[in-house]
């Protein structure tokens, strides 16, 4: 059984650092991509990282781009996201997910989150101005 445990949210003033957490198990991190979404109050979830295969493909859109940074500890069965220069529009549940579905520009496809194969529960992010 695919299962995933995310943590690490919190309060943080703008251009603060936060590190969220996504541990993983009963899959392979060569057989599913692993990913990162968030929902902010009154909006639809938005993909915003991912990172899959054996070349740990990664993307990122714009919104976060050069901000967030995604990696796995294979050894840890865990995925990280990195995320700098927070801004109060980062503020959202932020959940981590798997899919057998390639890593890339279709994980900011909002239809992605009816099909997703395994949510971890959401940790919240709350960026002060």
């Known amino acids: 059984e695919v299962q995933l445990q995310a943590s690490g949210g919190g309060l943080v003033q703008a251009g603060g650092s936060l590190r969220l957490s996504c541990v993983a198990s009963g899959f392979s991190f060569d057989d599913y991509a692993v990913g990162w979404f968030r929902q902010a109050p009154g909006k639809e979830h938005e993909g915003i990282s991912c990172i899959s295969g054996r070349e740990r493909n990664k993307y990122y859109p714009d919104s976060v781009k050069g901000r967030f940074t995604i990696w796995s500890d294979n050894a840890k069965n865990t995925v990280y996201l990195q995320m700098n220069s927070l801004k109060p529009e980062d503020t959202a549940v932020y959940y981590c997910?798997?899919?057998?579905?390639?890593?890339?520009?279709?994980?900011?496809?909002?239809?992605?989150?009816?099909?997703?194969?395994?949510w971890g529960q959401g940790t919240l992010v709350t960026v002060s101005s």
């Open positions: 997910a798997a899919d057998p579905l390639p890593c890339g520009s279709s994980w900011s496809n909002p239809l992605l989150v009816k099909y997703v194969a395994a």
